[in-house]
């Protein structure tokens, strides 16, 4: 009987005398685990200019940067440019709508 069975089993009276290769085996077992959900969660992310973000949400750039010294919406430096993921966009906006078909012509112009 490995741990896991034992964990599984759901009684709590057990008294359990672990073994370095049942810890280790566990151990390994967690981290294989997690690897497999970062990899499973890790998704491209699509970053906006401060202008592109702005004309979103009807801001200007300075509401945008208020809102990052708040906390409200941060962005991400690059150098000394600062992006915005279009993931927090879309949360602030209550929303999940695809904005890159509305503003992939204008970012071409």
């Given at each position: 009987m490995n741990i896991q069975d034992i964990l599984?089993?759901?009684?709590?009276?057990?008294?359990?005398t672990v073994g370095i290769s049942d810890l280790?085996?566990?151990?390994?077992?967690?981290?294989?685990?997690?690897?497999?959900?970062g990899r499973a969660e890790r998704v491209q992310e699509t970053y906006l200019t401060p202008d592109e973000v702005a004309k979103m949400l009807?801001?200007?750039?300075?509401?945008?940067?208020?809102?990052?010294?708040?906390?409200?919406l941060k962005h991400t430096k690059c150098g000394?440019?600062?992006f915005?993921?279009?993931?927090?966009i879309d949360k602030i906006m209550g929303?999940?709508?695809?904005?890159?078909?509305?503003?992939?012509?204008?970012?071409?112009?």
């Amino acid at each position: 009987m490995n741990i896991q069975d034992i964990l599984s089993d759901g009684s709590n009276n057990i008294s359990i005398t672990v073994g370095i290769s049942d810890l280790k085996e566990f151990g390994l077992s967690l981290i294989e685990e997690g690897r497999a959900m970062g990899r499973a969660e890790r998704v491209q992310e699509t970053y906006l200019t401060p202008d592109e973000v702005a004309k979103m949400l009807g801001v200007s750039k300075s509401t945008l940067w208020r809102w990052n010294k708040n906390g409200y919406l941060k962005h991400t430096k690059c150098g000394r440019r600062p992006f915005y993921k279009k993931s927090d966009i879309d949360k602030i906006m209550g929303c999940h709508v695809d904005f890159n078909k509305k503003f992939k012509n204008e970012r071409k112009s």
